[in-house]
T-cell receptor, first 114, second 114 residues
Framework: QQQVKQSPQSLIVQKGGIPIINCAYENTAFDYFPWYQQFPGKGPALLIAIRPDVSEKKEGRFTISFNKSAKQFSLHIMDSQPGDSATYFCAASRRGSTLGRLYFGRGTQLTVWP | KAGVTQTPRYLIKTRGQQVTLSCSPISGHRSVSWYQQTPGQGLQFLFEYFSETQRNKGNFPGRFSGRQFSNSRSEMNVSTLELGDSALYLC?????????????FGPGTRLTVT
């Protein structure tokens, strides 16, 4: 059972465009929602993360929007660049007996054309 | 500060053999988690260790095991390798054992089973 559902599976945008990647979850106990960026041959790198007490968080060109009532969150990449071409994963974790475990979405392969 | 290191980076093993992978967390980090990444299943949680104790385990067969040493370094072992064990094995470290702490991934060990 997929705890975190991510869409789309792949995304192609022109340079300067604003790709949006969406994730949805069911478990209301989740309280930490990070996004990871992975380049081929590398491990996932933490990009930005949000907790459910805020609805939006910005770090540079990356913004997370969080809708607690809809149990959805999304990543927006402003002014996208070819160097942003990578696979993006959303994830979620919760306090309790599974401390430290991340539940990942299936990933979105982003291609930014110059 | 050095990041998470994993050794070896690449491994080729034959079906039926066993393998041991190593992970050195970021200095000061006491929690280590292991994930398996495959194109078909995505990122799947294997187990998590904190202060030499396994705190959580994913849905993998008993052939997959791990341990953590007093210096927080961790190893995972896979016995009786199967073709389906071919994957990128990722280690992540964090300061603590709840979702207040961010997880940082290493570059992974690419295991190929022939």
């Amino acid at each position: 059972q997929q705890q975190v559902k991510q869409s789309p599976q792949s995304l192609i945008v022109q340079k300067g465009g604003i790709p949006i990647i969406n994730c949805a979850y069911e478990n209301t106990a989740f309280d930490y929602f990070p996004w990871y960026q992975q380049f081929p041959g590398k491990g996932p790198a933490l990009l930005i993360a949000i907790r459910p007490d805020v609805s939006e968080k910005k770090e540079g060109r990356f913004t997370i929007s969080f809708n607690k009532s809809a149990k959805q969150f999304s990543l927006h990449i402003m002014d996208s660049q070819p160097g942003d071409s990578a696979t993006y994963f959303c994830a979620a974790s919760r306090r309790g007996s599974t401390l430290g475990r991340l539940y990942f979405g299936r990933g979105t392969q982003l291609t930014v054309w110059p | 500060k050095a990041g998470v290191t994993q050794t070896p980076r690449y491994l080729i093993k034959t079906r039926g053999q066993q393998v041991t992978l190593s992970c050195s967390p970021i200095s000061g980090h006491r929690s280590v988690s292991w994930y398996q990444q495959t194109p078909g299943q995505g990122l799947q949680f294997l187990f998590e260790y904190f202060s030499e104790t396994q705190r959580n385990k994913g849905n993998f067969p008993g052939r997959f095991s791990g341990r953590q040493f007093s210096n927080s370094r961790s190893e995972m072992n896979v016995s009786t390798l199967e073709l389906g064990d071919s994957a990128l094995y990722l280690c992540a470290s964090s300061l603590g054992w709840d979702s207040s702490y961010e997880q940082y991934f290493g570059p992974g060990t690419r295991l190929t089973v022939t």
